[in-house]
């Protein structure tokens, strides 16, 4: 058994009523993601494989669970910088790298630049890369993509927001109106850092949860304490979460899911470098290079003579037109359920769609129900379910869990 292990659940009677304050505000800062589609968009849900072994176990203070989750929620941590490793692990099957295409693709709004955020960053969700981060204050951030010999920028400085892709030599330029500051540095549904992504777990933390501390870590040459984070739901497909607090500072230094199925981590994201120093002024200064293409973005107000393109669609745009986008259950085992207006999967019966049906199906199987009948596509962490009459089911559940929902709403 670990050291620092607490044997006290989140939600459990008795815990501090400081700690539960401090959950309740979790909960309410942080959006809850549902995944709400299929393949390629499930497959936003970032996987980050691990980036950095621990490296021994270092001796710390005995600290609780609700001691710990309240040190990452008063952290204030507002200078870094560092480097983190990401990849991804989904089991996605293998197109050649078409599905990286088909996720920037899909969020890509006609005429819009390679330079988009919400377009490129979406490529975070397939392959590994190596991502350097920066931050002074709530109003300079900086995120950029090592490919190979080429670099993706996104650049927040005060009001402007510019994105630059060396690859293809275009910038992406926006200015957010003085209420919005800090709000675009990032596309909000492509967590990048270990912060992040523990955001996105702490949510999670109510009696549906068993949280414990699971000893200590080195992460980056920095002492860090272990919280791990299950599920107590069955049908989740959710194995445990484990997220390295610096020990410190509070900050989340890396972060791991791991599938309930077992094997390589699905979701891991770990500094290999960190600093918690001000970084140069210079970081933040961006000026588009000589000979470069750019696309202004429809919410700057002084366009001049560029014409502003469509902005890429987000996921609150792809839910526009579903009929009764909705939630099943509760916590780890919640299924968002919408109605595409009978646009199903193509009938294998259909000269037009024959093709097709039979490459989609060979990627999902078949199952039937009191619902009818339909698909369900998997990956080691999310899962949909797509009826023939097009009504669509999906989340971090089981196959069974799916077709169970599917028939009660039947």
């Known amino acids: 058994m670990a050291p620092y292990e607490s044997d006290r659940t989140a939600g459990a009677e008795g815990l501090p009523d400081e700690a539960d304050d401090v959950r309740a505000g979790?909960?309410?800062?942080?959006?809850?993601?549902?995944?709400?589609?299929?393949?390629?968009?499930?497959?936003?849900?970032?996987?980050?494989?691990?980036a950095l072994a621990d490296s021994g176990d270092p001796s710390l203070p005995k600290i609780t669970a609700e001691q710990l989750i309240e040190k990452i929620a008063k952290s204030d941590v507002q200078q870094l910088s560092g480097t983190v490793k990401v990849s991804t692990d989904l089991g996605l099957p293998?197109?050649?790298?078409?599905?990286?295409?088909?996720?920037?693709?899909?969020?890509?709004?006609?005429?819009?630049?390679?330079?988009?955020?919400?377009?490129?960053?979406?490529?975070?969700?397939?392959?590994?890369?190596?991502?350097?981060?920066?931050?002074?204050?709530?109003?300079?951030?900086?995120?950029?993509?090592?490919?190979?010999?080429?670099?993706?920028?996104?650049?927040?400085?005060?009001?402007?927001?510019?994105?630059?892709?060396s690859k293809s030599n275009e910038v992406y330029h926006?200015?957010?109106p003085a209420a919005e500051k800090g709000r675009e540095k990032a596309p909000k549904d492509v967590p990048t850092t270990p912060k992040e992504l523990a955001d996105e777990a702490l949510k999670s933390v109510d009696d549906t949860t068993s949280v414990t501390v699971d000893g200590t870590a080195q992460v980056a040459g920095r002492?860090?304490?272990?919280?791990?984070?299950?599920?107590?739901?069955?049908?989740?497909?959710?194995?445990a979460i484990t997220v390295a607090v610096d020990a410190k500072t509070g900050v989340p230094l890396k972060f791991t899911l791991v599938p309930k199925s077992g094997g390589a981590a699905v979701v891991d994201a770990g500094f290999t470098q960190v600093a918690f120093a001000k970084p140069a002024a210079s970081t933040f200064d961006?000026?588009?290079?000589?000979?470069?293409?750019?696309?202004?973005?429809?919410?700057?107000?002084?366009?001049?003579?560029?014409?502003?393109?469509?902005?890429?669609?987000?996921?609150?745009?792809?839910?526009?037109?579903?009929?009764?986008l909705k939630t099943i259950g509760k916590g780890w085992s919640t299924i968002a359920e919408f109605d595409t207006g009978g646009?199903?999967?193509?009938?294998?019966?259909s000269s037009e769609g024959g093709n097709l049906s039979g490459f989609l199906n060979s990627l999902g199987d078949h199952v039937k129900g009191k619902f009818g009948s339909?698909?369900?596509?998997?990956?080691?962490?999310?899962?949909?379910?797509?009826?023939?009459?097009?009504?669509?089911?999906?989340?971090a559940v089981t196959k069974d869990a799916l077709v169970k929902a599917a028939n009660a709403a039947h």
Do not use: C
């Open 223 to 239: 002492d860090a304490y272990k919280l791990l984070i299950k599920p107590k739901q069955s049908g989740s497909t959710v194995g």
């Open 286 to 324: 961006f000026t588009p290079p000589k000979g470069a293409k750019v696309t202004e973005g429809k919410d700057t107000k002084d366009t001049k003579d560029t014409k502003a393109p469509e902005s890429a669609p987000t996921r609150g745009d792809l839910g526009k037109g579903l009929d009764g």
């Open 343 to 349: 646009q199903g999967m193509p009938s294998g019966s």
């Open 26 to 50: 979790r909960r309410k800062a942080a959006r809850y993601v549902v995944p709400v589609a299929v393949v390629g968009v499930a497959a936003a849900t970032i996987g980050l494989v691990p």
């Open 374 to 395: 339909g698909t369900v596509f998997s990956t080691r962490l999310v899962n949909a379910l797509i009826t023939d009459d097009g009504k669509v089911y999906a989340g």
């Open 94 to 165: 293998s197109l050649g790298g078409l599905e990286s295409g088909m996720l920037s693709g899909a969020t890509k709004g006609s005429g819009g630049s390679s330079a988009d955020p919400q377009s490129k960053l979406m490529e975070l969700a397939s392959g590994t890369h190596t991502v350097r981060v920066a931050a002074d204050g709530p109003d300079k951030a900086k995120v950029s993509v090592l490919e190979n010999a080429a670099e993706y920028s996104v650049i927040h400085n005060g009001s402007d927001v510019w994105a630059y892709d």
């Open 174 to 176: 926006s200015t957010a």
